[in-house]
T-cell receptor
Framework: QSVLTQPPSTSGTPGQRVIISCSGG????????VNWYQHLPGTAPKLLVH???QRPSGVPDRFSGSKSGTSASLAISGLQTEDEADYYC???????????FGGGTKVTVL | EVHLVESGGGLVRPGQSLRLSCVAS????????MTWVRQAPGKGLEWVAS????????YYVDSVRGRFTISRDDAKNSLYLDMNSLTAEDTAIYYC?????????????WGQGTLITVSS
């Protein structure tokens, strides 16, 4: 049972927009920045969004993050086949004194 | 180009020990914070342990505290994870990651991971 709650899966057709939610609590999402990672099995996870909504250099602007209160979300616009991957939210938890990850959301491009 | 290369994984028996290493290059290792993250088969990413620069701050997830020890050797640009009393629940791919700080900082670089299998 992850501290941060994500839907296990979502899907969309090419060009569609999908949104992945990340629900946390007072001591984690509400107080700290949320980061998002993209992970293709067998490869190194990749930083997709940091500080709630900032994209590292090289990440397409199709990916956008937001946060409000105890929840955060990652939106993928103009879905592409190469976006098929697992997506994780993560943040620091002041109570646990450690990082917490969401359970991950598998995005399938139909 | 930044590189993080993990090593030391393999098959071990329950109760045994193992040391993971991560060699870093192309970034200021001594002023970076380092973290181990793992992924068990069929499961999601799980934070394991973090160490700040100068080893001032060290944090562990509850499930490994007392069994695992994270450490660093800045002269060798290396991060370590000493793992004792291993159980089947520790079976996972272990990733080495970097951040500029601990807490409100992202893991901006990741290694390819090293697989540990704990089985009799």
């Amino acid at each position: 049972q992850s501290v941060l709650t994500q839907p296990p899966s979502t899907s969309g057709t090419p060009g569609q927009r999908v949104i992945i939610s990340c629900s946390g609590g007072t001591f984690n999402v509400a107080r700290n920045v949320v980061n998002w990672y993209q992970h293709l099995p067998g490869t190194a996870p990749k930083l997709l969004v940091h500080s709630n909504s900032q994209r590292p250099s090289g990440v397409p602007d199709r990916f956008s993050g937001s946060k409000s209160g105890t929840s955060a979300s990652l939106a993928i616009s103009g879905l592409q086949t190469e976006d098929e991957a697992d997506y994780y939210c993560a943040t620091w938890d002041d109570s646990l004194k450690g990082y917490v990850f969401g359970g991950g959301t598998k995005v399938t491009v139909l | 180009e930044v590189h993080l290369v993990e090593s030391g994984g393999g098959l071990v028996r329950p109760g045994q020990s193992l040391r993971l290493s991560c060699v870093a290059s192309a970034f200021p290792f001594s002023t970076s914070c380092m973290t181990w993250v793992r992924q068990a088969p069929g499961k999601g990413l799980e934070w394991v342990a973090s160490i700040s620069w100068y080893s001032t701050y060290i944090y562990y997830v509850d499930s490994v505290r007392g069994r695992f020890t994270i450490s660093r050797d800045d002269a060798k640009n290396s991060l370590y994870l000493d793992m004792n009393s291993l159980t089947a629940e520790d079976t996972a791919i272990y990733y080495c990651t970097r951040s500029s700080g601990l807490g409100n900082y992202e893991f901006d670089y990741w290694g390819q991971g090293t697989l540990i299998t704990v089985s009799s």
